[in-house]
Structures are given as structure tokens and as C-alpha cells.
């Protein structure tokens, strides 16, 4: 049986204000190509389908057309919410979708498996909605459910207690912060408190494979649990991860292969670094108008309008971020102590520029212009 784990789709993110709903729609295109090409029979989505809990209208036809395209190439696909996922909203349809889509959010589900057979037999597909303590622990009477990891382990128990009784293939689909990896800042909406909620890799134990979602970049904890990540790119701190999938195949006694498939990144992300001048009309920054641009001007003092000016050479220039190359060394001088120590107004303003521009004082342009205004109100109140 061949595999493919994917996950954390996040439908409706935005990217710095930006829609993602037309690159994400070209990326779940070349998702579906990859399951013909690759002759995928099950797909599994491992939580975070969309991005939050009340998705607009928008977002409701790329889901159902995406999952259509998957069982019109012959695909049976399992999909678990997450915890950006209401599970309410996304498994209301599920009764109502094609045989061939498995949709499990509802918590006492966990154990049951979608079973699917291949000339080995069946493998069972068990899928673990996000499970939030504080909501499903009054589901299992006498059962401490104070953490993630303490409900992760619980239902992972049930897991392995119903395979037990089965017998077989078995692959676990999960949404959860596993021990061992690090979010990535920014991006994944943190689902843990201090420690208590990482899952230890031993509460895995068990299944042939385990399909995680929720950490972004792909990852690799053993050989028989990972996550896929996510198909687009949503914060700066992901730049340079590749995107795609883990196409994952089951022989007769369990897992024999597993290897990544790359998806299309329909917009690279990369960082620019230089002074607003050299941002603007450097060659060495040509070829990047198709990208999405962080630019990180390093001029000493803050620049006028500098979004508007470097969108007119990048227009996906997403963010700006002033930098300064040099930080000013600390010399012990206080700056109540400078102003203390001016001998004259023009001296004041010197020692204020310098304090809110990192040390960089008065131009000659502006000293000139300081001392225009200086003689110009020591001339009007001469007048009064």
C-alpha cells in the first residue's frame, strides 16, 4: 500500500495581509498530480485543514474540490482537525461525502479504525483529532487527562489495545507537539504549557507508521514517525524549507519505504540586507521582484516611506524591518547627563540625535538647518 502524509493546509492563512488561497490552490493541484504519478491509495491530512475555526465561504470549495480530485484519481483519503480546525465545522459534512473521504474529528472515535485493504490485507488507519484536555477528559471517567501528553498517551493506549484485538498493518494520524522538535517561531499556535504537553516519542510506540501534523518544516523523529509540514511557506522564519510530502509505502509485515516528494513553492521567500540606497538600485538584488521579500535596511536612522519606495522595484516586498549595521557602544554617559553638559540649544538637539539615532549626531546639512532655526527664534524674540 503507497501513502501520502500531508498536513497542516491552513486554508485561509494570510501571508503578511496577503490571500493564500490561489498559491495554495496551484500547490493541492500538484499535490493531486503527485497521487496519479505516484499511484497513491491512501492520503492522509494530519490536522489544520483550515486555519482557524470559522473559515470564510471562500475556503469551503478548495476542500471539497481538493478531496474530490484525490478519490477521482483513485485515492482513499483520511483526514483529522487540528487545533486551528473547529472539529464541529469540519466533520458536519462527513456524513455526507463520498465513501472514499474519512473525516475524524470526533474524539470518541479514537481506537476505531478506517480500515482498508490491499492484496496483504487491511491496514488500519487510525486517526487522532486534536484532542484538547480541558474539553475531551470528561469523556473517559477515571482517567487523568491533565496534559496533551497524558491525552496523547491515552489515546494512543486505545489505539493499541483495539490493534491488539485486530491484528494487522496499522498507521496512526495525529495532530500534536512532539518531543524532539522545535516550532517554528511565529507560525504554529502554541499548544503547550512549560513541558507538560510534549508528547514523548515512546507514546508512539506501536504503529507501522505515524503521520504527525502541526509543526511546519518537515521532520524526522524515527524512521516510522514524522511530520510533513506544511505545503506553503506562512512566516519569514520558514525561508529555505523545502515543501512537500511523505510518500510512504506498507509491504506484507509493515513499513518498508518512506521518501519526500517536493511540492512547487509558488513565491520563494528571501531576505535582503543592505542600506535603503542599495536595497533600491543594487544589481546584486536583481531577481527577486517575483519573490516575497523581507528587507532589512541597515542605514543608521529611520528612512522616509521606505515600504512604498522598495515596492516599486519589489512589489511582494512583504515586510520591512529597520536594522542598524552598527549599534552604538555604551560609554556610561547617561543621556540626562549629556543635556546637563550642553553649553547651548544647538548642543541639546546634537545630543538628542545622537540618543535616538544610535549615536549618528547632526549632518552638516542638518546642523545647518538647526542653526537657520536657532537664529531665526533668537531673532524673533530680540523683536518682542
Same mark, same amino acid.
Given at each position: 500500500?503507497?501513502?501520502?502524509?500531508?498536513?497542516?493546509?491552513?486554508?485561509?492563512?494570510?501571508?503578511?495581509?496577503?490571500?493564500?488561497?490561489?498559491?495554495?490552490?496551484?500547490?493541492?493541484?500538484?499535490?493531486?498530480?503527485?497521487?496519479?504519478?505516484?499511484?497513491?491509495?491512501?492520503?492522509?491530512?494530519?490536522? @489544520?485543514?483550515?486555519?482557524?475555526?470559522?473559515?470564510?465561504?471562500? *475556503?469551503?470549495?478548495?476542500?471539497?474540490?481538493?478531496?474530490?480530485?484525490?478519490?477521482?484519481?483513485?485515492?482513499?483519503?483520511?483526514?483529522?482537525?487540528?487545533? =486551528?480546525?473547529?472539529?464541529?465545522?469540519?466533520?458536519?459534512?462527513?456524513?455526507?461525502?463520498?465513501?472514499?473521504?474519512?473525516?475524524?474529528?470526533?474524539?470518541?472515535?479514537?481506537?476505531?479504525?478506517?480500515?482498508?485493504?490491499?492484496?496483504?490485507?487491511?491496514?488500519?488507519?487510525?486517526?487522532?483529532?486534536?484532542?484538547?484536555?480541558?474539553?475531551?477528559?470528561?469523556?473517559?471517567?477515571?482517567?487523568?487527562?491533565?496534559?496533551?501528553?497524558?491525552?496523547?498517551?491515552?489515546?494512543?493506549?486505545?489505539?493499541?489495545?483495539?490493534?491488539?484485538?485486530?491484528?494487522?498493518?496499522?498507521?496512526?494520524?495525529?495532530?500534536?507537539?512532539?518531543?524532539?522538535?522545535?516550532?517554528?517561531?511565529?507560525?504554529?499556535?502554541?499548544?503547550?504549557?512549560?513541558?507538560?504537553?510534549?508528547?514523548?516519542?515512546?507514546?508512539? @510506540?506501536?504503529?507501522?507508521?505515524?503521520?504527525?501534523?502541526?509543526?511546519?518544516?518537515?521532520?524526522?523523529?524515527?524512521?516510522?514517525?514524522?511530520?510533513?509540514?506544511?505545503?506553503?511557506?506562512?512566516?519569514?522564519?520558514?525561508?529555505?524549507?523545502?515543501?512537500?510530502?511523505?510518500?510512504? @509505502?506498507?509491504?506484507?509485515?509493515?513499513?518498508?519505504?518512506?521518501?519526500?516528494?517536493?511540492?512547487?513553492?509558488?513565491?520563494?521567500?528571501?531576505?535582503?540586507?543592505?542600506?535603503?540606497? @542599495?536595497?533600491?538600485?543594487?544589481?546584486?538584488?536583481?531577481?527577486?521582484?517575483?519573490?516575497?521579500?523581507?528587507?532589512?535596511?541597515?542605514?543608521?536612522?529611520?528612512?522616509?516611506?521606505?515600504?512604498?519606495?522598495?515596492?516599486?522595484?519589489?512589489?511582494? *516586498?512583504?515586510?520591512?524591518? =529597520?536594522?542598524?549595521?552598527?549599534?552604538?557602544?555604551?560609554?556610561?554617559?547617561?543621556?540626562?547627563?549629556?543635556?546637563?553638559?550642553?553649553?547651548?540649544?544647538?548642543?541639546?538637539?546634537?545630543?538628542?540625535?545622537?540618543?535616538?539615532?544610535?549615536?549618528?549626531?547632526?549632518?552638516?546639512?542638518?546642523?545647518?538647518?538647526?542653526?537657520?532655526?536657532?537664529?531665526?527664534?533668537?531673532?524673533?524674540?530680540?523683536?518682542?
Amino acid at each position: 500500500m503507497r501513502i501520502l502524509h500531508t498536513s497542516d493546509w491552513h486554508i485561509g492563512r494570510s501571508f503578511h495581509g496577503f490571500s493564500t488561497l490561489d498559491a495554495l490552490s496551484g500547490v493541492l493541484e500538484a499535490l493531486v498530480a503527485q497521487v496519479r504519478e505516484n499511484q497513491v491509495d491512501v492520503v492522509i491530512v494530519a490536522g @489544520d485543514v483550515f486555519d482557524s475555526a470559522a473559515p470564510s465561504a471562500a *475556503c469551503y470549495p478548495l476542500l471539497s474540490q481538493t478531496l474530490a480530485a484525490l478519490a477521482d484519481e483513485g485515492a482513499r483519503v483520511v483526514v483529522t482537525s487540528g487545533n =486551528h480546525d473547529s472539529a464541529a465545522r469540519l466533520g458536519f459534512q462527513s456524513a455526507l461525502l463520498r465513501s472514499e473521504i474519512a473525516v475524524v474529528t470526533d474524539p470518541l472515535s479514537v481506537g476505531t479504525p478506517v480500515s482498508i485493504d490491499d492484496e496483504h490485507g487491511p491496514v488500519h488507519f487510525y486517526g487522532i483529532p486534536y484532542l484538547e484536555p480541558a474539553i475531551v477528559r470528561h469523556l473517559w471517567e477515571g482517567v487523568e487527562l491533565r496534559s496533551q501528553a497524558q491525552t496523547m498517551q491515552h489515546a494512543l493506549d486505545l489505539v493499541r489495545s483495539d490493534l491488539a484485538r485486530r491484528g494487522g498493518r496499522s498507521v496512526v494520524a495525529a495532530h500534536c507537539f512532539a518531543a524532539g522538535v522545535d516550532a517554528t517561531p511565529g507560525v504554529e499556535r502554541e499548544i503547550r504549557q512549560g513541558g507538560l504537553d510534549v508528547v514523548p516519542l515512546p507514546a508512539f @510506540d506501536g504503529p507501522d507508521y505515524v503521520a504527525l501534523g502541526h509543526i511546519h518544516g518537515r521532520q524526522q523523529l524515527s524512521e516510522r514517525v514524522r511530520y510533513a509540514g506544511a505545503p506553503l511557506h506562512y512566516s519569514f522564519s520558514e525561508e529555505g524549507k523545502p515543501r512537500g510530502s511523505w510518500l510512504v @509505502d506498507l509491504d506484507a509485515t509493515g513499513l518498508a519505504s518512506v521518501r519526500w516528494i517536493d511540492l512547487p513553492v509558488p513565491r520563494p521567500l528571501v531576505t535582503l540586507r543592505g542600506s535603503l540606497d @542599495d536595497l533600491l538600485v543594487d544589481p546584486r538584488f536583481d531577481g527577486h521582484d517575483e519573490h516575497w521579500v523581507r528587507a532589512e535596511y541597515t542605514d543608521a536612522t529611520p528612512q522616509p516611506d521606505p515600504m512604498r519606495r522598495l515596492q516599486a522595484r519589489f512589489p511582494w *516586498c512583504a515586510t520591512v524591518v =529597520h536594522q542598524p549595521a552598527g549599534v552604538r557602544a555604551d560609554d556610561g554617559v547617561a543621556y540626562s547627563a549629556r543635556v546637563r553638559a550642553a553649553r547651548d540649544d544647538g548642543e541639546i538637539i546634537e545630543a538628542f540625535l545622537a540618543h535616538v539615532r544610535e549615536g549618528e549626531g547632526a549632518s552638516d546639512a542638518e546642523r545647518e538647518l538647526i542653526r537657520d532655526v536657532l537664529d531665526s527664534r533668537s531673532v524673533a524674540e530680540a523683536a518682542k
